[in-house]
C-alpha cells in the first residue's frame, strides 16, 4: 500500500485551501495541526491563549456573561489566578 502525497489525501473547496496550509498540515490563522494524532502541548497552548482571551473579551464587556478574573486554581496547595497561571504557560 502506498499512499499519496497531503495534496492527494485532503481534499475541499477553495474556502478550505484559505484557511488550511497542506504543505505545513496546519491552519493558516492560528497555526494548530489539522491530524488529531499531531495536536501536541503547542496546539493546547495556542487554544488556550485565544480561549483566554475570548472570555477576557466578554469579561470587559457585561460581566454577567463571564467573570473570569477572579477564578483561582490551587496548584501545590497555592492559590493561583486562572488568568495569570494560563499567561505563564503561554509565555
Not at 502506498?2 to 504543505?23: A, E, N, P
Not at 491530524?35 to 473579551?57: A, G, Q
Request: aromatic residues 10%; contains cysteine; positive net charge.
Amino acid at each position: 500500500m502506498k499512499f499519496g502525497s497531503i495534496d492527494d489525501r485532503i481534499g475541499g473547496d477553495d474556502k478550505f485551501d484559505r484557511v488550511i496550509d497542506t504543505k505545513k498540515r496546519k491552519t493558516r490563522s492560528l497555526g494548530i495541526n489539522l491530524f488529531p494524532t499531531r495536536i501536541n502541548r503547542e496546539d493546547v497552548i495556542i487554544v488556550l491563549k485565544e480561549v483566554l482571551d475570548f472570555l477576557l473579551y466578554i469579561e470587559n464587556k457585561d460581566r454577567n456573561y463571564v467573570y473570569i478574573t477572579p477564578q483561582f486554581l490551587l496548584i501545590d496547595n497555592t492559590p493561583v489566578s486562572f488568568v495569570d497561571y494560563v499567561r505563564r504557560i503561554c509565555s
